[in-house]
């Protein structure tokens, strides 16, 4: 099946840094790809849509200049939260979308993001 | 705007035995998608089982099945011969049938199931 990984698993940074999260389509082209946040004991809930090539399309109530997504090839997305703070620590998933079959999204393992 | 509803928060089922998780859902498309994605404690989201809108026979994957009732907007998921492995967070999701910002999930609150022996 269709693989999606994620670097890094888990990190852990200082508030006020930055840090960048990729999202990988290991054996397919994905020109859609989706990022959640989870809290804990809670559902996913989407970011935002990234697009090769274009803009990404952000849900309501996210910041667009503090969750930066690029989407710069069929098969990477990166998400940078910018000047991290205590309170963008969570869980955030991608997913990315095969074209093929039945547009199929397929989830990578997650990333935990510590800030302290 | 689609919505997803799980009204079961936790539920519980002995090995061996059969559980039912509800899902229901809001929407004025005709043409969609429906999915149960099963969240095991690794937190890696796991496709389980798929549903086409136009498609009246229920979908099953080996042990597991649905009961897909369009006209009440209703979704289960009925787990059969359970086993400890399926122990984990199950969300219902949502996606509409197009292509682009349309084919984003929406999920459901998600129920927890606890296996026991």
């Known amino acids: 099946g269709a693989v999606v990984s994620q670097h890094p698993s888990w990190v852990i940074c200082k508030s006020g840094t930055s840090v960048k999260i990729e999202c990988r389509s290991l054996?397919?082209?994905?020109?859609?790809m989706f990022w959640y946040r989870q809290f804990p004991k809670q559902s996913l809930m989407l970011m935002a849509t990234s697009n090769e090539g274009s803009k990404a399309t952000y849900e309501q109530g996210v910041e667009k200049d503090k969750f930066l997504i690029n989407h710069a090839s069929l098969t990477l997305s990166t998400l940078t939260v910018t000047s991290a703070h205590p309170e963008d620590s969570s869980f955030y998933i991608c997913?990315?979308?095969?074209?093929?079959?039945?547009?199929?999204?397929?989830f990578g393992p997650g990333t935990r993001l510590t800030v302290l | 705007a689609q919505t997803v509803t799980q009204s079961q928060p936790e539920m519980s089922v002995q090995e061996a035995e059969t559980v039912t998780l509800s899902c229901t859902y809001d929407?004025?498309?005709?043409?969609?998608?429906l999915f149960w994605y099963k969240q095991p404690p690794s937190r890696q989201m796991i496709l389980v089982i798929r549903q086409e809108a136009y498609k009246q026979q229920n979908a099953t994957e080996n042990r597991f099945s649905v009961n897909f009732q369009k006209a009440a907007k209703s979704f289960s998921l009925k787990i059969s011969d359970s086993q400890l492995g399926d122990a984990a967070m199950y969300f219902c999701?949502?996606?509409?049938?197009?292509?682009?910002?349309?084919?984003?999930?929406?999920f459901g609150t998600g129920t927890r199931l606890q296996v026991t022996l």
């Open positions: 929407t004025s498309e005709s043409d969609y998608y």
């Open positions: 054996d397919f082209q994905a020109t859609t």
């Open positions: 997913s990315a979308r095969d074209v093929a079959g039945y547009n199929e999204q397929f």
């Open positions: 999701a949502y996606r509409s049938a197009g292509t682009g910002t349309a084919s984003k999930l929406t």
